[in-house]
């Protein structure tokens, strides 16, 4: 049997895609660039927003939020890369 492709999940790369509910089946018309066969999982947009968007507990929550307030003071005195040069490397780590 032929190993289903990987789900994919959002990103800044695509937008969300809307799909609409009729007669207990998704319906989904928006284009996409997504290879025929793609995997694509739908989460209902009020469960996401119940679970807070993410599933960071209390102290991932505050270490994100330090990690942010500290990239923030980064930037004031110009420690800072192109967005280019971080997407790249952002990449080369996948």
């Known amino acids: 049997m032929a190993k289903s492709p990987e789900p994919i999940y959002a990103s800044s790369a695509m ?4 799909a609409r509910v009729h007669n207990g089946r998704l319906l989904l018309d928006e284009p996409t660039d997504l ?3 793609q995997v694509v999982e739908l989460v209902p947009f009020d469960d ?4 807070g968007a993410d599933d960071l507990d209390d102290e991932d929550r505050a270490e994100l939020h330090a990690a942010l ?3 923030i003071e980064e930037m004031k005195v110009g420690n800072t890369i192109d967005g280019a040069q971080a997407l790249a ?3 080369a780590h996948r």
């Not at 937008?15 to 809307?18: D, R, S």
């Not at 996401?48 to 679970?51: F, I, K, P």
């Open 35 to 37: 290879p025929e066969g």
């Open 89 to 91: 490397e952002l990449r």
């Open 15 to 18: 937008p969300p895609l809307k």
């Open 48 to 51: 996401t927003l119940a679970l």
């Open 69 to 71: 307030r500290e990239s």
